[in-house]
């Protein structure tokens, strides 16, 4: 028990725990649906919220509504209060289980306790279970169980598991691909070959445009922030044209679409072409992200707005 709570002390900048805002009293999405949810959210109504969510039919950008969900203030508090309130629906108890999440993550921090965070993860699933049992066909909650069965520690086997049950039902789940990702990860008890085999093989067979795209770039930071950020990695020749590659594919391909959630692929991207030096990629992408500030993966260098700033400062001048 002890190896495995100095494990996730290691692990305890897991970005599912940051976000990011400019100072307003919801984080920036640029998507006024969001925005809308937030605003019904935040004032407690909760019918208001349920027609913007019900009008909502496709998978990411749901899973995308329901993390906005997940970081209103005080939502956690008061999950069941929505739960009790409209029993015969899935979504409070979604979020309630989200919510259970972050703050399982918060106890991964030094100042929290390991037994607390597994706790939490257990009871994080329960709802998600919960859900399953009344519709075993929701993605969101095949996704969301995917994530908490790495965190849990659970065999590879099981995370594959879970993941098989969100693509046989939605093939291109970005959210269940992202966590698979990270659940393949040296930092979650996985291994690099296997974790670049997915992304790469994720990436050739998802369609151009597909914000998919993005598991590679993922894959290189996940190798970089594991092996303490080494100089010269990201600007590589073969990883800068393998990043170069994944971009044309995705968020500089024609077909690309600005979805729900679309400021988290391009921020990764900024991102990675900043700290690889390529500032003229970089620049690119700070002018479609405009103020659109994700707290990952910018946090792992201190204020998410602050280093975004800066780095774009930085691109701008050197261009």
């Known amino acids: 028990m002890r190896a495995m709570i100095f494990r996730y002390f290691r692990k305890r900048m897991d970005p599912a725990v940051h976000d990011a805002g400019r100072g307003d009293p919801a984080p920036p999405t640029g998507d006024p649906t969001a925005d809308r949810l937030w605003r019904t959210l935040a004032r407690r109504d909760l019918r208001s919220a349920r027609e913007v ?6 998978p990411d950008d749901l899973a995308f509504y329901l993390y906005v969900c997940s970081l209103v203030p005080g939502m956690r508090k008061w999950a069941g209060e929505w739960i009790k309130m409209q ?40 709802c998600f279970t919960a ?17 908490t069965s790495f965190r849990r520690e659970l065999p590879l086997a099981e995370t594959r598991r879970r993941f098989a049950e969100v693509v046989a039902r939605h093939p291109l789940h970005l959210h269940a691909h992202d966590e698979m990702l990270r659940g393949l990860s040296a930092r979650w008890g996985g291994n690099e070959e296997e974790m670049f085999d997915f992304a790469r093989a994720t990436v050739a067979t998802s369609p151009p445009g597909s914000p998919l795209g993005r598991l590679v770039a993922s894959a290189h930071l996940e190798r970089w922030f594991w092996e303490g950020m080494p100089d010269g990695y990201l600007n590589r020749p073969d990883v800068l044209a393998e990043l170069h590659a994944a971009a044309d594919r995705s968020v500089r391909h024609p077909a690309y679409r600005r979805r729900p959630g679309w400021p988290i692929t391009d921020n990764l991207f900024a991102y990675v072409f900043v700290m690889a030096g390529d500032y003229t990629a970089a620049r690119e992408l700070f002018g479609m992200i405009g103020d659109l500030v994700t707290g990952y993966p910018w946090y792992r260098h201190g204020d998410p707005i602050a280093v975004f700033d800066q780095m774009r400062a930085l691109a701008r001048e050197h261009v």
Do not use: I
């Open 53 to 58: 969510l019900e009008e909502v039919s496709d």
């Open 87 to 126: 029993p015969d629906w899935a979504v409070p108890l979604l979020v309630k289980g989200l919510c259970g999440m972050r703050w399982a993550l918060q106890a991964a921090e030094p100042s929290g306790g390991g037994f607390r965070y597994f706790r939490r993860l257990e009871a994080a699933e329960d």
């Open 131 to 147: 859900v399953l049992t009344r519709d075993p066909d929701n993605s969101a909650a095949w996704s969301y169980l995917v994530g």
